[in-house]
């Protein structure tokens, strides 16, 4: 049974850090392309960054220059490191699995979020201004 756990959110104040993890349980982790989504209140999901089966990575445009997404693929684990937080990345992230490389998701506005098979339940990211 697959399963994602985040951890590592939390408040912060602009211009502060923080770093989620994402724990992988009960498939083979390394053939699967990952990626971290948030969502915030009255808004759609979106994507903020995706890793591929080969570490392709894409940010979105957002976030690049100051997020980072790696893989322990050893560990299972997917991590997103947030540094310079704004106000504006405020929401609820998630961390989502897909079997296989990431396909359209690459090239999609929205990261081709529906092919994303398995989500975590979310850790909440608040940045004060």
């Known amino acids: 049974q697959v399963q994602l756990v985040e951890s590592g959110g939390g408040s912060v104040q602009a211009g502060g850090s923080l770093r989620l993890s994402c724990a992988a349980y009960?498939?083979?982790?390394?053939?699967?392309?990952m990626g971290w989504f948030r969502q915030a209140p009255g808004e759609e999901r979106e994507g903020v960054a995706i890793i591929d089966t080969d570490d392709r990575i894409r940010y979105a445009d957002s976030v690049k220059g100051r997020f980072t997404i790696s893989q322990d693929n050893a560990k299972n684990t997917l991590y997103l490191q947030m540094n310079r937080l704004k106000p504006e990345d405020t929401a609820m992230y998630y961390c989502?699995?897909?079997?296989?490389?990431?396909?359209?998701?690459?090239?999609?506005?929205?990261?081709?979020?529906?092919?994303?098979?398995?989500w975590g339940q979310g850790t909440q990211v608040t940045v004060s201004s």
């Open positions: 989502a699995a897909k079997y296989g490389k990431a396909g359209y998701s690459f090239y999609y506005r929205d990261y081709d979020v529906r092919s994303f098979n398995y």
């Open positions: 009960g498939y083979t982790y390394s053939s699967y392309c």
